[in-house]
């Protein structure tokens, strides 16, 4: 598969994705998207990992030891596709907290992105990550810089390479989720 977008996620994230410890982000936006934030525009992309605006103290503890400075400034490496599996909006914060345990962000940083710009919601994104078998190395142009998630890229090769879980693994995540997000009562 071949994609001409990136999404751009906290390095510490992206890494906690390659490794299969999560497979689920919560975005918010708002970061100069459009008016209404972030909107799941893409089902395919590759993965770019950012440093802008990473913090320490949004991730849950186990997620710290993958934080590390910027490896090669100028240069961006897509280790990864992803192909979104499913998509919830969450407009209930004690939905968005049910799912902290399956993802890399803290209470703290859930509940501030649930209440970004006076919004109160946020996107579940499961997504199926597919390592590349040569990960793609590019020199970041200023287009590429800033406060937006989707990169669009000129020309990407097909991705190639392994799956970091099993189909069984994501719809085993996927009824999880469903079964958190359910209203009880």
């Known amino acids: 598969m071949s994609t001409s977008y990136a999404l751009k996620e906290w390095d510490a994230q992206v890494r906690a994705l390659l490794s299969g410890e999560v497979s689920l982000l919560l975005r918010k936006g708002g970061i100069m998207e459009t008016h209404d934030g972030f909107e799941v525009e893409h089902r395919s992309f590759l993965l770019y990992p950012t440093f802008?605006?990473?913090?320490?103290?949004?991730?849950r503890s186990e997620f710290a030891p993958l934080l590390?400075?910027?490896p090669k400034p100028g240069v961006v490496?897509?280790?990864a596709l992803a192909e979104v599996h499913s998509v919830w909006k969450i407009e209930?914060?004690?939905?968005?907290?049910?799912?902290?345990?399956?993802?890399?962000l803290n209470a703290a940083a859930i509940e501030?992105?649930?209440h970004y710009r006076g919004r109160p919601w946020l996107h579940a994104l499961l997504v199926r990550v597919t390592r590349l078998s040569a990960p793609l190395h590019l020199t970041?142009?200023?287009e590429m810089l800033g406060c937006v998630s989707w990169v669009p890229l000129d020309d990407t090769p097909k991705a190639h390479g392994e799956r970091v879980r099993t189909?069984?693994?994501?719809?085993?995540?996927?009824?999880?989720?469903?079964?958190?997000?359910?209203?009880?009562?």
């Not at 209930?92 to 993802?103: C, F, G, P």
């Open 52 to 59: 802008l605006h990473q913090n320490p103290q949004e991730l």
């Open 68 to 70: 590390r400075p910027d």
């Open 77 to 79: 490496t897509l280790p």
């Open 92 to 104: 209930d914060l004690q939905q968005a907290l049910a799912l902290q345990e399956l993802q890399a």
């Open 112 to 114: 501030r992105r649930f």
């Open 140 to 142: 970041e142009t200023p």
């Open 167 to 185: 189909d069984a693994e994501l719809q085993a995540l996927h009824d999880e989720i469903e079964r958190r997000l359910a209203p009880h009562g």
